[in-house]
Each structure stands twice: as structure tokens, then as C-alpha cells.
């Protein structure tokens, strides 16, 4: 079955960095768009980046210069570079295959477990 596996995420002061990374397993990788979202506390998930199947990426504007997906088709991993990043960053950040449109929707409607991004100012 479809399943998707966070991980990297952790507590860093404002202006640090992070690599995110999903593994992901049950489908075609290399065949679907990929996206990140972000869930912060009280409010809605939303996606933040999207890379299609030809390696274009698209960033929430919130994002844009300062977050870099990429993927690894071998290895069926997505991956999430942050970097300066803010105390509004925090979220819980989860991966999934997406349509390759915009805003991002979860292709298989499967969510992993997420990964804890914690930005303190």
C-alpha cells in the first residue's frame, strides 16, 4: 500500500537550516508530481512546494527563496532543503504524491506520520 515516511525535522533557532526527507513506497514514484506541506497549530494544512515529474518546482509564496524541493527518482525520496528559516515555519511538515496542479492536493489521499519543524526567534 501507498505509504509515506517523514523524517528530519527537529528545533532550530530563527535563521537556522534544515533538510527534510520522505521515503516513499506502494506506487510508481518516479511517475507522480510530489509535494510538502505544513500544518502549524490551530491552523489548516497547506502545501508548500511541488515538484512535477520533469523536476519543475513551484513554492508557496511564504516560501519562495528560502526552501528547495528536490527528488531522488532511484531512490523514491523526496526532499525538503529549509534554510533561514523563521519562527512562523513551525509546523508539523508531511509529504505525499500530488496532483500537479496548484494549490497541492494529496494524489492518494495517504498521509505519513509527519516530521516536527520548530523554529525559535
Known amino acids: 500500500q501507498v505509504q509515506m515516511v517523514e523524517s528530519g525535522g527537529g528545533s532550530v533557532q530563527s535563521g537556522g537550516s534544515l533538510r527534510l526527507s520522505c521515503a516513499a513506497s506502494g506506487y510508481t514514484f518516479s511517475n507522480h508530481c510530489m509535494g510538502w506541506f505544513r500544518q502549524a497549530p490551530g491552523k489548516e494544512r497547506e502545501g508548500v512546494a511541488r515538484i512535477h515529474v520533469d523536476g519543475s518546482t513551484r513554492y508557496a509564496d511564504s516560501v519562495k527563496g528560502r526552501f528547495t524541493i528536490s527528488r531522488d527518482n532511484a531512490k523514491n525520496t523526496l526532499h525538503l532543503q529549509m534554510i533561514s528559516l523563521k519562527p512562523e515555519d513551525t509546523a508539523m511538515y508531511y509529504c505525499?504524491?500530488?496532483?500537479?496542479?496548484?494549490?497541492?492536493?494529496?494524489?492518494?489521499?495517504?498521509w505519513g506520520q509527519g516530521t516536527l519543524v520548530t523554529v525559535s526567534s
Open positions: 505525499a504524491a500530488v496532483y500537479c496542479s496548484w494549490p497541492l492536493y494529496n494524489y492518494f489521499e495517504v
